[in-house]
């Protein structure tokens, strides 16, 4: 039941269907369907640039898990596994017949390598154990960039000069941040007020995280979609770490979507929306 096996990489000769704790089963001649993975791996603090490629089994269980830990494994191979680090990752998911799973995000702390590594599997998980179609992911390409070091930021301080603020008009956001090692950083962004605002409205400025908490607690995660493009959609429409968000906020009746947020609706629309029987999912916002 615990064996132990010494192996030595040859050419691939068949396929191990099964494995079971009185045997081993295979086929000669045949060999398994893989997932090509390319990783490029960056380090540019120690002048470091490889590729690598590996094949993963195709399996709705194990391929997310076995892309999770060669990711894991490229990463440590090639960065020190303790302390603070900073992984700047762009990945593209290739599916046959859809659009491509991409974005590019940044993940830094103690913590850094194994959330990227992490950041790579979880969009395979919700495409190949999707309960409303096959998906066939052709290819996954990994750009990473390593530096032994914390890149983070605290939001200390958000203001507007501006006295009176007045529909349609744009203001300046002003933003102030503590980084590492105490630098001091203040951004300063364009913010348009929609023309049809009105009354009390708050500002939300903050990160990836603290938005998906937020939006969770909305909307929770009771998401229903019609076909895999919408999964695809929400996947690349993922709040990301590298990114500062800023919401106006206004107390309204609305509803959530097919895992879209649509604030402010008129009573009518809503009326349409939950009368709506197909099966799509909505989820009213209450004021």
Same mark, same amino acid.
């Given at each position: +039941?615990? #064996?132990?096996?010494? =192996? !030595? $990489?040859?050419?691939?000769?068949? *396929? /191990?269907?099964?494995?079971?704790?009185?045997?081993?089963?295979?086929?000669?001649?045949?060999?398994?369907?893989?997932?090509?993975?390319?990783?490029?791996?960056?380090?540019?603090?120690?002048?470091?640039?490889?590729?690598?490629?590996?094949?993963?089994?195709?399996?709705?269980?194990?391929?997310?898990?076995?892309?999770?830990?060669?990711?894991?494994?490229?990463?440590?191979?090639?960065?020190?596994?303790?302390?603070?680090?900073?992984?700047?990752?762009?990945?593209?998911?290739?599916?046959?017949?859809?659009?491509?799973?991409?974005?590019?995000?940044?993940?830094?702390?103690?913590? +850094?390598? #194994?959330?990227?590594? =992490? !950041? $790579?599997?979880?969009?395979?998980? *919700? /495409?190949?154990?999707?309960?409303?179609?096959?998906?066939?992911?052709?290819?996954?390409?990994?750009?990473?960039?390593?530096?032994?070091?914390?890149?983070?930021?605290?939001?200390?301080?958000?203001?507007?000069?501006?006295?009176?603020?007045?529909?349609?008009?744009?203001?300046?956001?002003?933003?102030?941040?503590?980084?590492?090692?105490?630098?001091?950083?203040?951004?300063?962004?364009?913010?348009?007020?929609?023309?049809?605002?009105?009354?009390?409205?708050?500002?939300?400025?903050?990160?990836?995280?603290?938005?998906?908490?937020?939006?969770?607690?909305?909307?929770?995660?009771?998401?229903?979609?019609?076909?895999?493009?919408? $999964?695809?959609?929400?996947?690349?429409?993922?709040?990301?770490?590298?990114?500062?968000?800023?919401?106006?906020?206004?107390?309204?009746?609305?509803?959530?979507?097919?895992?879209?947020?649509?604030?402010?609706?008129?009573?009518?629309?809503?009326?349409?929306?939950?009368?709506?029987?197909?099966?799509?999912?909505?989820?009213?916002?209450?004021?």
């Amino acid at each position: +039941a615990i #064996s132990s096996k010494i =192996a !030595a $990489i040859g050419e691939v000769i068949g *396929t /191990l269907d099964q494995d079971r704790s009185t045997g081993i089963f295979g086929t000669l001649g045949t060999a398994p369907d893989v997932l090509p993975v390319t990783v490029r791996l960056r380090a540019p603090d120690r002048d470091f640039d490889h590729t690598f490629k590996f094949e993963i089994i195709r399996d709705n269980i194990l391929t997310p898990l076995l892309v999770y830990s060669g990711a894991l494994s490229t990463f440590l191979s090639s960065s020190r596994q303790l302390g603070a680090a900073t992984y700047t990752l762009s990945s593209k998911t290739r599916i046959r017949g859809h659009d491509t799973v991409a974005f590019t995000d940044i993940y830094s702390g103690n913590t +850094a390598v #194994s959330n990227a590594a =992490a !950041a $790579i599997a979880n969009p395979l998980s *919700t /495409l190949l154990n999707n309960t409303i179609a096959a998906v066939e992911i052709e290819r996954l390409e990994i750009d990473a960039t390593a530096i032994e070091a914390p890149l983070t930021a605290t939001i200390e301080r958000i203001w507007i000069d501006t006295p009176r603020i007045r529909p349609g008009s744009t203001v300046k956001l002003h933003v102030l941040a503590r980084g590492y090692r105490g630098v001091e950083i203040i951004k300063t962004l364009p913010l348009t007020i929609p023309v049809n605002a009105t009354g009390q409205i708050q500002l939300l400025v903050t990160d990836a995280s603290n938005l998906r908490t937020r939006q969770l607690g909305v909307r929770g995660d009771n998401r229903t979609f019609d076909n895999v493009d919408q $999964i695809i959609q929400q996947l690349n429409a993922a709040p990301r770490n590298n990114r500062l968000y800023v919401k106006l906020i206004k107390s309204s009746a609305g509803a959530v979507f097919n895992g879209t947020q649509m604030p402010d609706l008129p009573p009518s629309i809503l009326e349409v929306l939950e009368g709506n029987r197909s099966g799509s999912g909505v989820q009213r916002l209450h004021p």
